[in-house]
């Protein structure tokens, strides 16, 4: 692209001043031109500005930054984000141009996932599974999980998930969708739900079943949104269950969501090793290939590990009894003793569980807590966020929540047939999951 010497210098004063276009004209000159480390750094220059039809280039300044150590890539960040001071992160700025890494992929009932651009960014262990669409962009962090089996997940561009964060649905009842420029924290689980536009939930948060969440909405860290609840435009929202603290710009939506992502793109440069598990589990179980596993972990026949989960015996034992499902990005750590499940037992995604003992025929829901040396009974639910404290007594035949988990209603047939079909629809998840790895 020929510029004179005038139009040059004109050029990258504008882009100093913060000129989209200025930035997005000396790109295209360095591409056309061949230089690559030039193109990588007028790259990170236009993106922060927000240049627009500037997508074309990447391919090639991926290939160019792909001849650059890491350390050189990031260094470029710093220098650019430091000159033009750019609402960008330096890992964001880098990892937008880092060669293409997909995720662990596996369909479900015959039906793979369906992406909208060739190129995803994705963090060690992080998978997307079943019937998912998701739109061009994407940044998947480390250990990030997408699964849609009982329902789909259909989800807009620029999507960030951020590590251990978890998207899924209700089985044949509420699909999980989620709208454009959406941001999701670390160890977040977003959850047979809508969500709208530019959309920020921080790390911790979780959105229930049937919930609407609507344009412009920041969810703030550990809030729980309740079933069926309805969050309007133009707020940030705190607190279990989540309410409206106060009105939210588009502006701090956007510096919010810049942060978060900023997070998410720092855990696209780590790599996890993987854990070494004493174990021989029976030919009905299931053990996630993503799936974090360290020491004895004895697991009884059609027990299931999911996508992202975390165990560690510690020099313990881990005991998963018969038909149990322990969910998505859980977290099992043995301190000071053996963890126990009785069969016919639930575990919600992005549970952090301790050495503690847990019945038969209970369910921890998602996002709780379960602390050292607790005792749940047979026959309990467990709230979604809600905290056993350590050596707590949750007695039978109750629905616990809060933090600390008080009873806060008898259990009914209703909620006990709810808890039935859960391991049901487990079961079947974890036989169609199995035979998929196996032929991966």
Not at 238 to 256: D, F, K, L, T
Not at 269 to 296: I, N, S
Not at 375 to 403: K, M, S, Y
Request: aromatic share 6%; charged share 20%; hydrophobic share 40%.
């Amino acid at each position: 692209m020929p510029l004179s010497r005038h139009q040059l210098k004109s050029s990258r004063a504008a882009a100093r001043k913060g000129s989209p276009a200025a930035a997005a004209l000396l790109l295209a000159r360095s591409v056309a031109l061949g230089h690559g480390r030039l193109s990588v750094r007028r790259f990170m220059i236009a993106r922060s500005l927000r240049a627009p039809g500037i997508e074309k280039f990447q391919p090639y300044c991926s290939q160019a930054a792909a001849k650059l150590s890491v350390d050189e890539l990031l260094t470029s960040a710093r220098l650019i984000k430091g000159s033009m001071r750019s609402r960008d992160g330096v890992y964001t700025m880098a990892a937008d141009l880092l060669p293409s890494r997909k995720p662990y992929i596996l369909p479900y009932d015959g039906i793979e996932p369906l992406f909208a651009s060739e190129h995803q960014l994705s963090g060690h262990g992080s998978c997307v599974l079943g019937k998912v669409e998701i739109g061009a962009g994407p940044l998947l962090a480390a250990n990030s999980v997408l699964r849609a089996d009982g329902h789909y997940v259909r989800i807009g561009d620029s999507f960030s998930l951020g590590e251990y964060g978890t998207v899924h649905i209700a089985h044949d009842l509420y699909p999980t969708r989620i709208g454009d420029r959406v941001t999701v924290g670390s160890n977040a689980v977003v959850h047979a739900c809508d969500v709208g536009n530019d959309c920020v939930i921080e790390n911790d948060a979780v959105i229930l079943d049937g919930s609407v969440v609507e344009n412009h909405v920041v969810i703030e860290k550990g809030a729980v949104v309740f079933p069926r609840t309805k969050l309007e435009g133009g707020h940030v929202y705190a607190g279990i269950p989540a309410m409206p603290v106060r009105a939210c710009s588009p502006y701090e939506c956007e510096a919010r969501a810049v942060q978060l992502r900023e997070e998410i793109a720092r855990s696209i440069f780590v790599h996890e090793a993987a854990g070494t598990p004493d174990l021989v589990p029976p030919d009905d179980a299931f053990v996630a290939k993503t799936a974090h596993l360290k020491g004895r972990i004895d697991l009884a026949s059609n027990a299931s590990v999911f996508f992202g989960c975390r165990l560690e015996a510690n020099g313990f034992a881990i005991r998963i009894g018969r038909n149990v499902n322990i969910q998505d990005n859980t977290r099992i750590h043995c301190e000071k003793g053996d963890f126990v499940i009785g069969a016919n037992s639930t575990i919600g995604h992005n549970v952090d569980l301790h050495d503690c003992r847990i019945g038969e025929g209970s369910l921890i829901g998602i996002g709780s807590t379960v602390n050292s040396g607790a005792v749940i009974d047979d026959d309990v639910l467990l709230a979604a966020g809600a905290v056993a404290e350590p050596g707590q007594h949750l007695t039978g035949g109750c629905v616990w929540a809060g933090r600390p988990a008080h009873p806060l209603a008898k259990l009914d047939d209703a909620k006990r047939e709810m808890m039935r079909s859960v391991i049901g629809h487990y079961l079947n998840y974890a036989k169609a999951f199995r035979a998929e790895q196996a032929t991966s």
